[in-house]
């Protein structure tokens, strides 16, 4: 038998890592199974969920030591977004939710001329807020843009690396692995020209001098408590089509993003224990709008309708 060489072997086993990613990417099948091969009858496995625990960390530990070999980390990494941060994991060992967050929640609350004391009412709770007009205001709404940050990230030293090593890149069904692909991409491709490839992408900003020089063209969102804290780091979302696809987040705060570009429509789902009292909620923004959803406890998605092109920034508060 011919011998393998080491190459061909890390590339078939790369392809397919990819090809079953891209696989469970697909919004049409990835939550909903997901959700009920994961969390059915929860609240009476709890034995089980242990022993699903120990299975997932040996499985892990297998699995690390044959990509250890092949050298192929630095692919998994690179769509680290996937599975970010032990996603799995999280998922199989969150808390039940208390499903009087959305028990009676069919829309989102919408605010216009939003102010801190329209809006205090609803600071810390899990009700979707939509702020209209709420950021059309802010300079950064006609000045981030594809070329913008591209022409930002190459004027400042280790840029992308602090996105690899800090933050976090988030290719969602594209095929990117890092923030430095997004800007070599062409400029047909950057502006969705028909034959080319669709994309949309997130990415945390955690460098102090893009950080800084992002803030140049916004605020801190004059509507939130006085006292809330803003975290020293802020994600820009842009591209066309699917958007991102549906999950939760694990974050510590509650979440706010400034729509600038682009329409958006928002799918929100309870989590599976709440379904069978709580309904998805369905709303689209505008440019300029605000969007406010407890992102911990509601599973979302987004869709950027008629190949519009979509950037928002978002952080958290608390």
């Known amino acids: 038998m011919p011998e ?182 062409s400029e047909a491709r950057s502006n969705n020209k028909p034959g080319e490839r669709s994309w949309y992408v997130g990415w945390g900003n955690c460098h102090p001098v893009i950080l800084q020089e992002m803030r140049k063209y916004y605020s801190k969102p004059n509507f939130l408590p006085a006292d809330s804290e803003i975290p020293h780091k802020e994600y820009v979302f842009m591209g066309y089509d699917d958007g991102a696809t549906m999950h939760l987040d694990f974050i510590n705060r509650l979440m706010w993003q400034a729509q600038l570009k682009g329409e958006k429509l928002w799918n929100l789902l309870p989590p599976p224990e709440c379904q069978a009292v709580c309904k998805p909620v369905e709303f689209k923004v505008y440019p300029g709008d605000g969007v406010l959803v407890d992102t911990r406890v509601w599973y979302h998605a987004t869709t950027i309708p008629n190949g519009q092109f979509s950037l928002s920034v978002q952080s958290e508060y608390g």
């Open 4 to 185: 393998i060489s080491q190459e061909l072997l890390q590339n078939v086993v790369k392809e397919e890592i990819h090809n079953v990613l891209e696989h469970y990417l697909k919004l049409e099948c990835s939550l909903e199974e997901l959700q009920v091969s994961i969390f059915s009858r929860r609240q009476e496995k709890q034995e089980f969920n242990k022993k699903r625990i120990v299975l997932i960390v040996s499985l892990t530990f297998l699995l690390t030591s044959i990509i250890y070999q092949l050298n192929i980390f630095s692919f998994i990494f690179g769509i680290r977004c996937v599975i970010p941060n032990n996603y799995f994991i999280w998922e199989a060992t969150r808390p039940i939710s208390d499903c009087n967050f959305c028990s009676n929640v069919t829309k989102p609350v919408i605010l216009h001329n939003v102010s801190k004391e329209t809006f205090n009412p609803y600071a810390y709770s899990s009700q979707p807020i939509v702020a209209r007009g709420a950021f059309l205001y802010w300079p950064a709404k006609t000045k981030f843009s594809w070329h913008f940050f591209k022409e930002l990230y190459a004027d400042i030293e280790d840029s992308y690396k602090s996105v690899e090593e800090e933050c976090q890149f988030l290719h969602f069904k594209s095929d990117f692995i890092s923030i430095k692909d997004v800007f070599s991409m």
